[in-house]
């Protein structure tokens, strides 16, 4: 049996890889005690590293890590196309993560403290690419714990300002009662069937029904978990505070990657555990509990509420936390369609995603750095002082209200056809009018940043060799995706299937 | 029909029933003769110095902490050296890589001079020019 696990290890390279990468961050840290800069260049190494399997590994579809009796089927974790691409887009994102907070001057103010910023980031890391495989109950929560215990820690890790550690200890109070109220949730569901496979769950369900109250209330429970994650209304509420109190590379990576291994751990958990059958993409759920009309629910809502809440918003990282929220909603509506072309279109919309919204905070830190402030008053005239900046930020913005040529629009798009394709008019319309509402408060900044005059004098922005290239590797792409996406959706489709009963 | 925790129920209920029930009992027969000794907090006969409600120091906690990271240690131990023969080699290689994070994270606050009593290394001169900095700031 202990063979057997042995065995699994060579089918989660990825996450050795990682793991290993911490541990010698530990040991390099602790070694080396004067010489840190060495120490982001070797998360990297196993970042690559990690990356370069995960690419290679594309067709394996297996369940891994079967533990108890020899008949059991199903483990701990279950390894396919869907997970993969997942796991893919947080390595990108923290690669990207690593090369954001070296030049962010919050991270150089602790760098005496960076290696253990850096063991922390890659725990992150680990949760969360165990968050995207986890098909068990148990490895589900272990995995969001791993997730969470080290975010909650560099979230207030620079102590610069008070609002620091109260970012840092209104998300561990927040989460720690979501992740209690999940667990809660899952003890439920095995009091009631008996397992904690989400595979052997579904193997129950199909055979028994299950039509009580405690059911469906379990059910949101463990939603309630995962929303928090996610940061769907109405579990969304530590989100600006965290968002505007965390160092701003940690606001990119909570709103990229740990969004992103929510909703893997969100969709992989609606599809195997709930699905009866599948009909050329349509997903048929079992009875006992309307996913669809409750994902539509927190959808809207969510969307709504952050696109209003982001109107009133002075400070740029509370307003793209506010935008991050309801861009949680649109990916949200993907799911809620229950069909693999809303698969797709989520997918797609991830990728994009990831590219502008670590741009959008990208800039927003190089501004910080240099004028000291996230305030939209002290942006006027920006645009002019450092016109590469303005017409970057320009265009991310753009792509993230979701208007053509830019990315963000072949995202929604493709939001919008898995929608009308299951003849959800209605819904499709209260999204599309949502992107109205949030042109108004992305242009606001365009408003500042060219139009406003201002009576200060305009501070001088540097901008370093390396700022520039970063940024264009995430605006070429932003625009070249918005003209030419077919590369981004075979490239999601390649990696569609998801392993069910 | 009793499930098998309507059971635990009733036993809980009678368990409540019976102390609430010995205390009333006891407050209808006893004599009610009230003293400052009496309403002090037992401390083993002695009496008690100061408040409970003292701080403790925070060194005292990190020393819990790391106690309690070799306290789980000695507990997963336990069941993995009784199926030691029967994992044989692979158990013993599981066993030591776990043991072997265990050891780096030990290192760790061992360097970091987690494990040190000492008091802060900071003279009474530089204490106040920090105090007075931060009141600056403050005002």
Avoid at chain 1, 14 to 26: G, K, M
Avoid at chain 1, 166 to 186: N, Q, R, T, V
Avoid at chain 1, 452 to 459: A, C, G, H, L
Wanted: aromatic share 14%; charged share 15%.
């Amino acid at each position: 049996m202990l063979e057997n696990l042995f065995k699994d290890l060579s089918l989660i390279y990825p996450e050795i890889i990682v793991s290993v990468t911490l541990l010698l961050v530990v040991l390099f840290d602790l070694i080396y005690d004067k010489n840190k800069t060495i120490i982001p260049y070797l998360g990297l190494i196993g970042l690559f590293a990690a990356l370069f399997y995960s690419l290679g590994s594309v067709d394996i579809e297996t369940h891994a890590f079967i533990i108890g009796d020899t008949g059991n089927k199903f483990g701990l974790l279950s390894l396919d196309p869907f997970g993969n691409y997942f796991r893919i887009i947080i390595l990108i994102t923290s690669i990207l993560i690593i090369f954001f907070t070296k030049s962010s001057s919050e991270i150089h103010s602790i760098s005496e403290r960076s290696g253990e910023f850096y063991t922390l980031l890659l725990g992150m890391v680990l949760g969360m690419m165990f968050m995207v495989s986890a098909s068990d109950l148990i490895m589900i929560y272990i995995s969001v714990e791993i997730l969470s215990l080290s975010s909650y820690v560099l979230t207030g890790f620079t102590k610069l300002r008070d609002r620091d550690s109260e970012a840092s200890l209104k998300y561990l109070i927040y989460g720690s009662a979501s992740s209690g109220i999940m667990l809660f949730g899952m003890s439920l569901i095995y009091g009631l069937i008996g397992s904690t496979n989400i595979y052997e769950i579904n193997e129950v369900l199909q055979t028994t029904s299950i039509n009580s109250i405690i059911y469906s209330f379990a059910l949101i429970l463990i939603f309630a978990g995962i929303g928090f994650k996610i940061s769907a209304a109405p579990f969304h509420f530590w989100t600006p505070d965290v968002y505007e109190g965390a160092p701003i590379s940690i606001t990119a990576f909570l709103s990229v990657a740990s969004k992103a291994a929510g909703f893997a751990l969100l969709i992989r958990f609606v599809k195997v555990t709930f699905l009866a059958d599948n009909i050329e993409g349509n997903w048929i759920l079992l009875q006992g509990f309307d996913w669809q009309n409750f994902l539509i629910i927190i959808s809207v809502l969510t969307m709504t509420l952050g696109n209003f809440a982001a109107l009133w918003q002075d400070n740029l990282k509370r307003m793209l936390a506010y935008s991050s929220i309801a861009h949680a909603g649109y990916m949200l509506l993907g799911i809620a369609v229950l069909t693999d072309q809303g698969l797709l279109a989520v997918m797609i919309y991830f990728l994009v995603y990831l590219l502008m919204n670590i741009g959008a905070f990208y800039i927003v830190m190089i501004i910080a750095n240099n004028i000291g402030s996230e305030n939209i008053n002290d942006y006027n005239k920006l645009g002019s002082a450092a016109p590469f900046l303005g017409v970057s930020l320009t265009i991310f913005l753009i792509s993230l209200t979701g208007l053509p040529p830019t990315a963000g629009f072949i995202s929604k798009l493709y939001i919008f056809i898995a929608l009308l394709d299951v003849k959800m008019i209605a819904v499709a319309v209260i999204a599309v009018l949502n992107s109205v509402v949030s042109l108004y408060y992305y242009i606001r900044v365009l408003k500042h940043m060219f139009i406003n005059e201002t009576d200060k004098t305009v501070p001088e922005i540097k901008v370093s060799l390396n700022d520039v290239v970063f940024i264009l590797i995430l605006l070429v792409p932003t625009l070249i995706l918005g003209v030419y996406f077919s590369p981004i959706v075979d490239f999601a489709q390649a990696f569609l299937s998801i392993l069910v009963n | 029909m009793l499930t098998e925790f309507g059971k635990i129920f009733v036993f809980i209920i009678l368990a409540g029933a019976f102390v609430g029930i010995a205390i009333f009992a006891a407050m209808l027969i006893r004599p009610k003769r009230p003293s400052h000794e009496k309403d002090l907090i037992y401390e083993c006969g002695e009496n008690p110095e100061g408040s409970p409600w003292v701080k403790f120091n925070i060194r005292f906690y990190v020393v819990a902490l790391i106690f309690l990271i070799f306290d789980v240690e000695i507990v997963l131990l336990f069941p993995w050296a009784l199926v030691y023969k029967t994992f044989g080699f692979y158990g013993f290689v599981a066993g030591a890589i776990f043991l072997l994070v265990l050891f780096l994270g030990m290192a760790y606050e061992w360097r970091k001079g987690d494990l040190e009593w000492a008091r802060p290394k900071i003279n009474r001169l530089e204490l106040n020019k920090l105090l007075e900095k931060k009141e600056q700031q403050v005002s």
